[in-house]
Nanobody, 123 residues
Framework: VQLQASGGGKVQAGGSLRLSCAASGRTFSPHDMGWFRQAPGKEREFVAAISWSGGSTYYADSVKGRFTISRDNAKNTVYLQMNSLKFEDTAVYYC?????????????????WGQGTLVTVSS
């Protein structure tokens, strides 16, 4: 499985961005997926996760109500719509395939990772 994250960039506080994560692979089928982020000098932290069907979603408290995770299985793509961005949302954002959503916030439970896309929010 290969994951390609895109959509990062620079935005002012209060603005919006939509990240995309395109999955590919010869035998790829819909998987539970998640987004994590890592700010400079900080540990990687959970942002959001979505089940393979899109029927279940999970969010970190810090982004709940501002971010929305969704997916289009026909396009093998997972999205992260980020609204009302704050300076503290600045980070490299990574998408990943989950082995199980039973521990959706544990990055150790994700086995394929994209290369990351940088989001910079200016205050």
């Amino acid at each position: 499985v290969q994951l390609q994250a895109s959509g990062g960039g620079k935005v002012q506080a209060g603005g919006s961005l939509r990240l995309s994560c395109a999955a590919s692979g010869r035998t790829f089928s819909p998987h539970d997926m998640g987004w994590f982020r890592q700010a400079p000098g900080k540990e990687r932290e959970f942002v959001a996760a979505i089940s393979w069907s899109g029927g279940s979603t999970y969010y970190a408290d810090s982004v709940k109500g501002r971010f929305t995770i969704s997916r289009d299985n026909a396009k093998n793509t997972v999205y992260l719509q980020m609204n009302s961005l704050k300076f503290e949302d600045t980070a490299v954002y990574y998408c990943a395939v989950a082995t199980s959503l039973a521990y959706y916030s544990d990055y150790g439970k994700y086995n394929y990772w994209g290369q990351g896309t940088l989001v910079t929010v200016s205050s």
